[in-house]
């Protein structure tokens, strides 16, 4: 048992940091199917044409948008993450039917992450994402 978590948490390393080099395709494969669910927004995110356009449209206004690992602990089934999340404001940011024009601003937000495996393998299932999207705001100046 200690191995498959050891190896989950490699697992959720190499998927975040394919995410932070924009490696679409590799992120793909380290799901059984690509699901996430943003508890921010409330938004869920199911299947790989789902899953590819949130990221198409958050690496729209923050290109360097990256995952920075603060600390990681799993339990036999699940993998959670604390993390700052940091970017800059460089593109459009579409935000409650109106364009944010880039800003130039960077933002830097703690937020958390479970990552849940199936039964048995290093492949996940579902990640969750929690952190403040008022915050990213706040930090840009547009609210």
Do not use: Q
Not at 33 to 51: K, L, N
């Amino acid at each position: 048992m200690i191995e498959l978590v050891d190896t989950r948490l490699n697992a959720v390393r190499h998927h975040m940091a394919l995410e932070s080099i924009h490696d679409w395709d590799g992120v793909m494969a380290t799901f059984v199917h690509p699901y996430y669910e943003m508890h921010f927004s409330g938004a869920v995110y199911d299947g790989e044409a789902a899953v590819r356009g949130y990221f198409t449209a958050s690496r729209t206004p923050f290109p360097n948008l990256a995952p920075e690992t603060i600390a990681i602990a799993a339990d036999a089934d699940t993998v959670l993450v604390e993390f700052w999340v940091t970017g800059t404001h460089l593109g459009p940011l579409e935000l409650s039917g109106r364009t944010i024009e880039p800003t130039g601003k960077t933002f830097r937000v703690r937020g958390a992450a479970t990552f849940e495996f199936a039964e048995g393998s290093d492949k996940i299932v579902c990640e969750r994402s929690y952190f403040d999207h008022g915050a990213i705001l706040r930090a840009l100046g547009i609210v």
